[in-house]
């Protein structure tokens, strides 16, 4: 049984369905029917009995008394977007369901040496290889489960003593700015991570500045010689003085 189905109410199997019907992912599933099962309960009714100032009150309550997450946040906008506008048809809350705006925030680098202390803590050879690449689960074409990873690389964080929130996904980050600080092309890392967009692969620019200060100045290449010397006056040595009534060197020849 898929999580949401254990906690499927008519409407909220309504919503699965018209999510399936758009072959929207089951995790997708789940995170919409949760928030919208937990608008419910909160309000002890049903969606469908509920208006716009009851989606305006449970906002206010995730961001003031359960201080949810901005990603939480927007999460529950899409779900009770979805719900209203698809699943009963009524398109006014598109309009008036507003989202969060999550602060910008680089992601977790590590640096080489605190990768290769966190994969020498993974003892399981299996969970050493999914840190390192992909890999299938019991299944053969069905990957590993996300949660099995995350704690994997938890318990490795903590046993390497590494005072930063590392999850599976730093390590990819890790990579891509790693290769960037060895002279890798941006557009060759953007190739390698998959990414859609070329601006994606340029927060990377932003992570690690530490590998800026061995870069040569721009000075350094001037070429210095074909450039004109200030000489102090002071240390100049003073031309001879010629003498008018002196016979010039024509003269004598």
């Known amino acids: 049984m898929l999580p949401f189905q254990k906690r499927l109410t008519p409407i909220t199997k309504r919503m699965a369905e018209d999510m399936l019907l758009r072959n929207m992912s089951v995790r997708t599933i789940d995170s919409y029917t949760y928030h919208v099962d937990r608008f419910a309960k909160h309000f002890g009714k049903q969606p469908e009995d509920l208006e716009q100032e009851q ?19 927007n999460q529950a906008v899409c779900g009770l977007r979805f719900l209203y506008s698809i699943t009963l048809s009524r398109p ?4 008036s369901v507003p989202y969060g705006k999550r602060p910008k925030s680089l992601p977790t680098v590590l640096g080489q040496e605190e990768v290769n202390r966190l994969i020498a803590c993974v003892d399981h050879l299996k969970h050493r290889a999914v840190l390192l690449t992909l890999f299938p689960g019991k299944t053969p074409n069905v990957p590993l489960h996300g949660a099995t990873i995350q704690i994997c690389c938890k318990m490795a964080t903590a046993k390497a003593h590494i005072n930063k929130h590392v999850t599976p996904h730093t390590l990819r980050h890790s990579l891509a700015t790693g290769l960037l600080e060895s002279g890798v092309d941006l557009m060759a890392i953007s190739k390698l991570l998959g990414h859609s967009s070329f601006t994606t692969t340029m927060i990377y620019l932003h992570c690690r500045r530490q590998h800026l200060d061995s870069i040569p100045s721009p000075l350094d ?3 210095v010689r074909q450039c004109p010397m200030w000489i102090d006056p002071s240390l100049e040595k003073p031309k001879p003085k010629i003498d008018p009534s002196s016979p010039k060197s024509d003269d004598l020849a």
């Open 221 to 223: 290449w001037l070429p």
């Open 55 to 73: 989606i305006r009150e449970f906002q206010l309550w995730m961001i003031q008394v359960n201080k949810s997450s901005w990603s939480q946040f």
């Open 92 to 95: 006014w809350v598109v309009q």
